[in-house]
């Protein structure tokens, strides 16, 4: 199993930026793929960027060019840059680990205001 602990969200101006950071214990080399989700109140949850062993990333449409994620492999540790924000960006953000295996794991998430 894998252990996830998210951090680095907060109140932020329009515009300003936010480096989130999710770091994994346990099982790290059956991870295959990290996993950055946000949910608003009252929205789904969606995805918004991943990052697969290989080092390929994918991100939503609306945070691309202004969200970067990446890792840090000897700190076993996924980023979510993320630059320009705007409000509509407000929302609880998660990382979800997903194993080779196809166990998933999920920590518990960091808000992150944007004030308009």
């Known amino acids: 199993q894998v252990q996830l602990v998210e951090s680095g969200g907060g109140l932020v101006q329009a515009g300003g930026s936010l480096r989130l950071s999710c770091a994994a214990s346990?099982?790290?080399?059956?991870?295959?793929?990290i996993l950055w989700y946000r949910q608003a109140p009252g929205k789904p949850r969606e995805l918004v960027a991943e990052?697969?062993?290989?080092?390929?990333?994918n991100y939503l449409d609306s945070v691309k060019g202004r969200f970067t994620i990446s890792r840090d492999n000897a700190k076993n540790t996924v980023y979510l840059q993320m630059n320009s924000l705007k409000p509509e960006d407000t929302a609880v953000y998660y990382c979800?680990?997903?194993?080779?295996?196809?166990?998933?794991?999920w920590g518990q998430g960091t808000q992150v205001t944007v004030s308009s």
């Open positions: 346990g099982s790290i080399c059956s991870v295959d793929a």
């Open positions: 990052i697969t062993s290989g080092g390929g990333s």
């Open positions: 979800r680990a997903l194993a080779v295996t196809g166990l998933t794991s």
